[in-house]
């Protein structure tokens, strides 16, 4: 899948990580969403998966354009 396949929630591409403009929060076609953000370190994650810090903001922010 690629991201221009994804329903973009936040952001105003305005490239606030340097790359790629993170953090972001996208939705995918399913309804499950996809999370962009620093890599946290906060304790291991099992295989497969992994961690990423997210603002309050940016969650807001989905939580608006979503109507929720």
Known sequence: MSRE???RLTG???GT???D???????TDSGA????GAVSHAFTAPDGEA????P???????VRALGW
């Open 51 to 54: 961690l990423v810090e997210i």
């Open 56 to 62: 309050e903001e940016i969650l807001r922010e989905a």
């Open 17 to 19: 990580c340097g790359k």
């Open 5 to 7: 396949e994804l329903t």
């Open 33 to 36: 969403f996809v999370v962009q």
């Open 12 to 14: 105003n591409d305005n």
């Open 21 to 27: 403009d993170c953090p972001n929060v996208y939705r």
